[in-house]
């Protein structure tokens, strides 16, 4: 079985400017998390989707940050402008259902440095 | 909100010795989930539980949640260098979303 796939693996820009991440959740679960992980501190919950609805979004950034899943499936995250904090891994991961009683699968995580 | 803390922060182990990291949440838990994460790697699940007082074992790993269920602990017996990493506990409130906490890094020194 394949696992959740993000893309790409590193990015470094500047302040300012804009970058997005890419995450295919495996196949066949229907929510899928964005998580902001910094040095030396736990996963972050970004936001939560159902299918291609949001579920949770209250720790999102929505002034720079949004998020996307158009079909259900795939989905992205958008960094605009970039700030010097948002320095961090962010991880993607799915699961069957809702995480009370589903495994979360995370994927490798894109790690992005503002410079 | 709700916030789930973990202690210590690091604990650094001579080969042999064991380990035990501590999760308490301000709120109630509905469950909580226990991940390792290796150094440069991404969080893998370890565990889930459910029932209150509920004692679940893995070989040398023994997780516990509290009776009120608002704290568990994971222990470590007679650990390993492969142990190394960090552990974090996740702990959801309701059934709708997850919270970590910021982790208990292990070292272990051969």
């Known amino acids: 079985e394949a696992g959740v796939a993000q893309s790409p693996r590193y990015k470094i820009i500047e302040k300012r400017q804009s970058v997005a991440f890419w995450c295919n959740p495996i196949?066949?679960?229907?929510?899928l998390y964005w998580y902001q992980q910094i040095l030396g501190q736990g996963p972050k919950l970004l936001i939560q989707?159902?299918?291609?609805?949001?579920?949770?979004d209250s720790q999102l950034p929505k002034d720079r940050f949004s998020a996307e899943r158009l079909k259900g499936v795939d989905s992205t995250l958008k960094i605009q402008p970039a700030k010097l904090e948002d320095s961090a891994v962010y991880l993607c991961?799915?699961?069957?259902?809702?995480?009370?009683?589903?495994?979360?699968?995370f994927g490798p995580g894109t790690r992005l440095t503002v410079l | 909100g709700q916030q789930v803390m973990q202690i210590p922060q690091y604990q650094h182990v001579q080969e042999g010795e064991d380990f035990t990291t501590y999760c308490n949440s301000s709120?109630?838990?509905?469950?909580i989930q226990w991940y390792k994460q290796r150094p440069g790697g991404h969080p893998v699940f370890l565990i889930q539980?459910?029932?209150?007082?509920e004692v679940k074992k893995q070989k040398r790993l023994t997780f516990q949640f509290g009776e009120a269920k608002k704290n568990s602990s994971l222990h470590i017996t007679a650990t390993q260098t492969t142990d190394v990493g960090t552990y974090f506990c996740?702990?959801?409130?309701?059934?709708?979303?997850?919270?970590f906490g910021a982790g208990t890094r292990l070292t272990v020194k051969p």
């Open positions: 996740a702990g959801s409130p309701n059934n709708n979303d997850m919270r």
């Open positions: 989707f159902q299918n291609n609805g949001v579920v949770d």
């Open positions: 539980l459910v029932k209150s007082g």
């Open positions: 196949s066949g679960h229907a929510t």
């Open positions: 991961a799915s699961s069957l259902g809702q995480p009370s009683t589903d495994t979360q699968y």
């Open positions: 709120t109630t838990l509905s469950n």
